[in-house]
């Protein structure tokens, strides 16, 4: 089944100049049924392992989206009026008070990706025939709950609606990965992998770090106070992730940092991290020096490893401490790549199966340095336009300032790193419509011939991101 | 009365593709005669107090404007050749031969922003029916101080025929706002009104900071060498402004540093400060300090807090010793808005009634940083683009680059910034041409109706300047 | 003779709404066929004192350009199956695999600036009738050494048929400059001219500097290990260079940082890096001071001074190490203008002889700090889109972000900095047709009038280089 456009114009963000919209027309009708990718995001494996229906339209869509929550919190909506857990356990607002809310705040969201994915999942994917009002949210808030209740929108079935070929979801280190496991059962292991992230443990300012380092000394049989115990102990985790449908690892740190620093080094940093004594600038040598090490385990297992630097996280601390991370106050920062990967580079750029994916937030950086950089090293890919940037005039930035000095070859395809389900499809669809607008521009001004750029476009849309994931 | 457009072509600045020019038309016409709201700006109070004749076309264009000056000076132009006044006293050029130097370097200006303004003030303001030439340049010099001198073109006769609903002077903390005075009296306080801005004693680099201080003491009968004296001093004085139809600080900092000190620390640097003692690191501590001792003054008595941040101002030690400041050579720097005002927003981020405008130089920190923050707290607007910024293309880069992720209920609408009187309709103008050029845009791509478009057109044009500075 | 476009579109480039389109081909065909000048770049003087034939497709187009190599190593094409010389001597693959291996990878370069010289090269100047494939690689290659073996592809014919009026190679201080020599005795001095490079002895973590510096001792009779004499060694080697035609110096440094510093304190510095003792920073200390001394002797000799600053040389140190420099892993980062041109521009900023010529990898700054700059000190101007960024894309980001503040006269027209002297036309044809677009575009946007739009075009694609070069 095609997800249709209901109340979206099927010309939406493609060029106006008639003859390039034509051709961009062209281009996105090659492209717009193709099955998707999707290699990095952060649904629920529980989701597709319980196949359990989604219990109502706010819970889904809003109370989990923290591009929809920061917009409303800025314009003084609380989060309690929003439904947002509390640590204290205090009540929340209910799910219909929350669609309510959101409603009646929702041409906040005009002229921003939210609303595009929004409009998409209610209108292509839900069967709405009319935008969402402070009018029509109770009869909406209904009959999206009555459809959530079908069996053609359980989780799986959504899955197939969507045409996904493959998911990767996004598991700590120390990861059961249960669910996955439970997937593999039932046949979905090669659909529904899972991915790598160590982070809590790889990271000396992670809030749980020496209990989460004997955690992975009990479950891997290491000596995680030893350097090459604890390297040998990630070694043996990702050969479990591997097991679970793993290609990738992802890393996300607060800057592209890495180091290549002696044993000795290593194994004082391990000791000061696990004492709990590392300075801040000690801190970020062992984040720098755990990705090099990762970059050498990724050359010998042949994971994708995916970096996504530049995000200072849960800069308000009150709401941190009142309600816990990705509560939309995480805010990008500068971000030194041509320095920052030096070391890992350097130490591994060559290896014939490493293969680096950066993520930036720092659209400065594009043209700057992961473009050439991704155009001169073997092991180096950028990755698509990421977070903030996962929009239409971010897309443009984003073509605008890599193609040119890296080329197509270089570039991941797409993925849409999310946590909300039902938008999937609309990220997608936004990129395709974006691609096909970029190369009908080229054609248009004979940059490229039409064949040339049906193919580059299926090729993003579809093949690069198998290709960059070994999948 | 209409500006006309005199020798302006009617359709300049909006969008080539023909259906979306007439889109961008529709949308224009609904705007072009809205009032204009001037919440920001450096327009001199003694002239709407007086309401005195302005004396010469040189005087009132050229000589005061930085924009003019600077690129007339990078092609060899003496500042003597231009009337700009020595501090040595020594004589220099006068008005008509300045008049006709800038004539013969007009085309210098040309796809400057400049150039768009003073044809502006030429033809639309002044009725300059031919654009500036060498030829014609002494016959416009007559017509214009001619003008000038007529009832019509005192500067409130300007006021009302600019339609300028509202406008904010800048003035030092230590001004005795007599001109406001003056103007309140004349039943004028609440159309023309003042804005706070204490750099002079919120800068331990300032060059009369001792001085300034103790005439700050005397002024409020505050002790000024006492942390708690000096805050409560800066309340007193922010109230005196506030009775004189102040509803905002403006703070022009060289970085967006912020600091949450401990009062020991702050009594320590104020020691330091009225002693001279401070290094350039422990300067700028006292002057992120204050930047967050304002913040609390503000979530106090609702001003709304502007942060002009990132100029580096007077980098020609030559020029700045024979001639003073504001000589076109402060030159934009790379400003942190991340860490820069983490301090501020924990501190008083989610005060209910602190308002904080950002200004930037940096137009990385767009998409990157204030887009972002903008979009979250609650406190947070971004101003609209500033200085070199202030322009067609500037406008287009701001507009694409804050929209996607601030959305449009987080930038503060338009303001002028401007010294020079003639030259605020023909900003505001190319503001509201930028404007609708963008949302055409959106429009002939199906991101929005055009109606939405209209609304939004409208509020960025007039209504949210109003609401950002509580007007 | 015209360069013809043979497999190339007309109309390539323009913009695609039909009424700019029409206004850009007007602009473009008026200058299309004017001369170039050709100030800077890295053609091997060699080619034009012998007068030679080239040997083979290969060694001419592919071997010695970084930006081919580099793609096709991203992809895993080794370096020997590129004919890359190895400084161990071991063999490389010979000219016809080289082309056949780039044959088969062509579509790499799909949306790359490498594909529009290549594309022109091949059509505009060789005559190939077909885009380069696997299929025509063979017959292609033959022919093209066919060609180039007629003395009407003899480096001085290119130059005429090209019609480069003058063109600039650039050599070090050292250089005895015997090619230029032979050139001024067959009467091709003021055609064929050198440029001052002096970074080998100004940078002491250049690889020979002690050598070096003992050479420019001995060729200049100066003390080089005295401050005063090494300069008065730059001084007369300067002259020496003029006397073959130089009117310009160029200075490559990793960052754009100057100093003023006391004598003697450049004293001890230049004893410590004759001592091999400097620290990284006191390195970055000798050569900021030795960008302020170099301003110095332009602002006495009128050489014009470009500083090419903001690239990380030879970033992948195993490749550095099996076949030198210029292997495509110089990677661009971040500069700092304002701060580091400050030293230079307050000590002779104002010196009426004084040109400096700034390029920046770092795009960020077009906007924020190089346009101010340049729009203020007359000694300074911004130069053409550079290395990466001389790309149609990287060509429309600098003409939008300089122009509003610097405006044209600040700008110091084009050049195209390259080695493969086959690309020249390609590259000036896409500066000219870049430029026609923009100016299209302010014209369809009534920000210009024709007349004025092709008078700038005409000065931005010839005058504006003769001028900025004193030439």
Known sequence: MTIGDGILHPDRLLPAEPGTRSIARDLYSAVRDLPIISPHGHTDPAW???DAAFSDAASLLIVPDHYLLRMLHAQGISYDALGVPRRDGAEVAAPRAVWRSFAQQYPLFTGTPSALWIDHALSAVLGCEERLT???ADALFDQINAALARPDFRPRALLDRFRVEVIATTEGALDPLTHHAALAHDGWGSRVRTTYRPDAVTDPDAPD???DMARLAALTDCDTARWDGMIEAHRRRRAHFRAHGATATDHG???AMTADLPATECQRLLTGALAGTLTPAEAECFRAQMLTEMAGLSAEDGMVMQIHAGSRRNTDAAMFSARGANMGADIPRRTDWVGGLDALLN??????????IAFTLDETTYARELAPMAGYWPALMIGPPWWFHDSPAGMRRYLDQVVETAGFANLAGFNDDTRALLSIPARHDVWRRAVAGFLARMVAAHQL???SAETIATDLSYHAAKRAYRL
């Open 134 to 136: 402070p009018d029509n």
């Open 449 to 451: 011939g039409r064949t």
């Open 347 to 356: 130490r591994h750029g060559h290896a014939p199966r490493l293969r680096v």
């Open 48 to 50: 597709f392992a319980s």
């Open 253 to 255: 740190h607060p800057s």
């Open 209 to 211: 770090f020496r209990t």
